[in-house]
């Protein structure tokens, strides 16, 4: 299920999961270090990504949170969008919790603790993200607003195959007839390499 940083479903009227459901989701879904499919568009979808400049900061930006436990693995930047693949680790999670007062949640509070804690550490570097970016935009003149609010986010199940999300994510610059072939598209790459199940 494709998930809004708010954890709502996209577009759908779907009831919220009750408890045992969620009990099983968690166990599912979240591994010690989930890996997270992530996309994000710009506003009004304008073309301002797939440049040089902004390929440049991206992945300066991604290989300077590798120090803070930070795990990018493959991405593209399209010219309207932006996917990529990423896990946190312990280093990162730790300095979110000590800005964070703990509770003693136990049972479902537990668990909706911990989903609420990853959704922030996702959230929370996704918004450094798109403030670097801007910042690198604004220097090429590029007039805010440049990103939509939010972004989509789905957890990597066991079952699913990080190597086959990443073909056809990696397809997307030959389906909007950009280049021949995956590999020609000059704004993709890996930070990081990823195992297949999220743990880093």
Known sequence: MLLMNSGDPIG????????KQRLKRLDRLF?????????TNTEGRKPILANVKVHEDFRKFCVAGLTRGVFVGKYVLM???????VAFGDEYESTLVERRSQTDATGDDAVAA???RRLSLLSEWMKSLKNSLSKTLRGM???APHWQKGFFDHVMRSE???SEKWLYVAENPVRKRLVPRPEDWPYQGEIYPLQARGHV
């Open 79 to 85: 010219p309207d969008h932006l996917h990529l693949f």
């Open 12 to 19: 759908g009227d779907t009831p919220p999961l009750q408890p």
């Open 160 to 162: 699913e195959s990080y």
């Open 31 to 39: 591994t010690s270090h989930p890996l997270y499919f992530v996309t």
């Open 141 to 143: 003149n590029v007039p």
């Open 114 to 116: 911990v989903c609420d």
